[in-house]
Antibody, heavy 119, light 113 residues
Framework: QVQLQESGPGLVEPSQTLSLTCTVS??????????WSWIRQNPGKGLEWIGHISYSGSPYYNSSLASRLTMSVDTSKNQFSLKLSSVTAADTAVYYC???????????WGQGTLVTVSS | DVVMTQSPLSLPVTLGQAASISCRSS???????????LSWFQQRPGQSPRRLIYKASHRDSGVPDRFSGSGSGTDFTLTISRVEAEDVGIYYCMQGTYWPPVTFGQGTRLEIK
């Protein structure tokens, strides 16, 4: 069973760049899933799909965030990453990484990491 | 974007009773291959979401058979035949047919009366 673990700063200052990494374990990033996603959950709110990337590196972004987003994959480290620039308080959320297949796009999730945007 | 609308948003249920959650999409999420790429997730308090159902009616491995999914086109239902205490949490539907973006419903909070 592939496991996912998010890592990165828990506090980011407004206007700075939020950077998170998801480490894939008990499996390979090239075979463990077809789509590697980022999803966020604002405090007390629902789920928002941020985007996903395949292991070959083709990303798809939510258009509402696309101008500030960069996703990448590092197959040598079995990791994929998220960068969100020019953050505001509205970007405060629990960020989840997830893996998915063609059956669902989102099949399994990491534990999530809380990122707070504040000075 | 495909908008997913769940109802009810809050669902108080007596232990042992049945519960149903509705999920409606703003357009059909049944793809040209005849498959609705509609999933249901359970998020227990303090945990990350866990998938219960995929392709509208296929139950994931390890999911109790009291959970079932049905529907096609724009109307889908998650049914719990006999609610247990461990079922407390928030349930989300999600469509992965027409993307980007993948879209989620607002969530339905299930609680025990």
């Amino acid at each position: 069973q592939v496991q996912l673990q998010e890592s990165g700063p828990g506090l980011v200052e407004p206007s700075q760049t939020l950077s998170l990494t998801c480490t894939v374990s008990s499996g390979s990033i090239t075979t463990g899933a077809k789509y590697w996603s980022w999803i966020r959950q604002n405090p007390g709110k629902g789920l928002e799909w941020i985007g996903h990337i395949s292991y070959s590196g083709s990303p798809y972004y939510n258009s509402s965030l696309a101008s500030r987003l960069t996703m990448s994959v590092d197959t040598s480290k079995n990791q994929f990453s998220l960068k969100l620039s020019s953050v505001t308080a509205a970007d405060t959320a629990v960020y989840y990484c997830a893996g998915g297949s063609d059956t669902s796009k989102v099949d399994f999730w990491g534990q999530g990491t809380l990122v707070t945007v504040s000075s | 974007d495909v908008v997913m609308t769940q109802s009810p948003l809050s669902l108080p249920v007596t232990l042992g009773q049945a519960a149903s959650i509705s999920c409606r999409s703003s357009q059909s999420v049944t793809y040209s291959d005849g498959i609705a790429y509609l999933s249901w997730f359970q998020q227990r308090p303090g945990q990350s979401p866990r998938r219960l159902i995929y392709k509208a009616s296929h139950r994931d491995s390890g999911v109790p058979d009291r959970f079932s999914g049905s529907g096609s086109g724009t109307d889908f239902t998650l049914t719990i035949s006999r609610v247990e205490a461990e079922d407390v949490g928030i349930y989300y539907c999600m469509q992965g047919t027409y993307w980007p973006p993948v879209t989620f419903g607002q969530g339905t909070r299930l609680e025990i009366k």
